[in-house]
Nanobody
Framework: QVQLVESGGGLVQAGDSLRLSCAASGRTFSANALGWFRQALGKEREFVAAISWNGDATYYADSVKGRFTISRDNAKNTMYLQMNSLKPEDTAAYYC????????????????WGQGTQVTVSS
């Protein structure tokens, strides 16, 4: 089992930056692909970014490419999402997920989830 806890969300203005963290406990997640997803009010959860087990590979949704950066520190069992140039349409609850494989980009591949952290971007 892997337990995930997100932090770092908040209320910011358009153009601001935020850094989300996802801390893992339980068995180590160094062999797991990790990802960030988000869910806006009334919408389905959508993919934001993914990172491979060793951090060598990353993948982003087109909507955040060039503005968001995903990273991980396996020594600290922590994953990050640096979000720059935030837009009102980035407003959502952000969830971190872990997959029982080395690389995963599809939501169905993720079996472990955090409780989410809210990001609200005002215009």
């Amino acid at each position: 089992q892997v337990q995930l806890v997100e932090s770092g969300g908040g209320l910011v203005q358009a153009g601001d930056s935020l850094r989300l963290s996802c801390a893992a406990s339980g068995r180590t997640f160094s062999a797991n692909a990790l990802g960030w997803f988000r869910q806006a009010l009334g919408k389905e959860r959508e993919f934001v970014a993914a990172i491979s087990w060793n951090g060598d590979a990353t993948y982003y949704a087109d909507s955040v490419k060039g503005r968001f950066t995903i990273s991980r520190d396996n020594a600290k069992n922590t994953m990050y999402l640096q979000m720059n140039s935030l837009k009102p349409e980035d407003t959502a609850a952000y969830y971190c997920g872990a997959a029982s494989r080395l690389w995963a980009v599809h939501i169905k591949e993720y079996g472990y989830w955090g409780q989410g952290t809210q990001v609200t971007v005002s215009s």
